[in-house]
């Protein structure tokens, strides 16, 4: 299949991509990585009057740590944040996500921008996101805003940002040494995207209780989701097994998954259950 014809136009600033942006209005598509956005017009399944590349915005590529932030521009590939020793050392649990997406001919185009806009609910960008509470940045040619990773999912491929509006930055705190995570996700094949994917962080005290705890779910509902039930319960605890199957179990009552070929509502709601337990275990074992 061939796209629809579109005008191309390929701005050298941000600046002049939100002008683009904002002279196009709603006819618009932004060009990143094109790892979806191109098999979706190729299908007919998206349209767009104008297509604006984003690869010459190296304004928009780069990882820096600065003041217990970590920013991320939105033109940052998958595979970059993969082998970031930055990433690594701040945000490992970034680094492990970033290796699940995709294949290696995928994750050497797209961008963590473009896979937080296109809102794939089992998506790894969108999931590790929410678990982080990240706050993105988004700018349109009047102004910006930044918004909450947990506002920003409104529903399958769906979110907040406006036709006008470029994500420009990502920003996650950087993960302390008290800092423990885990990540556990079911997939066909390596590669595919997840049935379900399940994302915890948690930060303990000297004497290894929970203060802090964010456990999100990916690929079992509409939208990235963060469990603050299940989280709820983790804080106070010191990894008691009861609590991990309490958090597991509050977890998979709050999804409201899919049924299709992959899985049934039952079989993920399940798979919700067993994947919090590991990412749960996975982030006491770091300890
Ligand atoms: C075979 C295959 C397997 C894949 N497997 C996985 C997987 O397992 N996990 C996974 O997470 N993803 C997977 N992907 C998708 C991949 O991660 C894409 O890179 C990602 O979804 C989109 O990123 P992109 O940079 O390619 O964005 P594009 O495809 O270029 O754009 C996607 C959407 O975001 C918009 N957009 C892009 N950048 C911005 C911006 N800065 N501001 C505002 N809007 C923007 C575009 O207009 C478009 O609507 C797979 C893709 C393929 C083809």
Known sequence: M???????????????????????????????????????????????DAV???NRLSELDFIVQENGTLRIGALTRHRALEVSDTVRTAQPLMARAASEVGHLAIRNRGTIGGSLVHADPAAEWPLVAVTLDAELLLRS?????TVAARDFFVGPLTTTTEPNELLCEIRVPVASEQTRW?????????????IAAVA?????????TCRVASLAVAGAHDVPLAVAEAAACLVGSR???????EAADRAAAAVDPPSDVHGSVDFRRRMVRVLSRR???QAWQHS
Not at 24 to 43: E, F, M, T
Not at 141 to 145: F, I, K, V
Not at 200 to 207: A, H, K, M, R, V
Not at 239 to 245: H, K, P, S, T, W
């Open 182 to 194: 885990g990540f556990q996700e079911l997939c066909r094949r390596p590669g595919d995207f997840a």
């Open 52 to 54: 604006i590349d984003l």
């Open 141 to 145: 040619h009047t102004g910006s805003r």
């Open 239 to 245: 990894g008691e097994d009861a609590v991990l199957a």
């Open 279 to 281: 990412a749960l275990d």
């Open 2 to 48: 061939k796209p629809p014809p579109f005008s191309y136009a390929c701005p050298d600033s941000v600046d002049e991509a939100l002008a683009l942006l904002a002279e196009a209005g709603d006819g618009a598509k932004l060009l990143a990585g094109g790892q979806s956005l191109v098999p979706l017009l190729n299908l007919r399944m998206a349209w767009a």
């Open 200 to 208: 915890c962080q948690l930060t303990l005290d000297d004497s290894q």
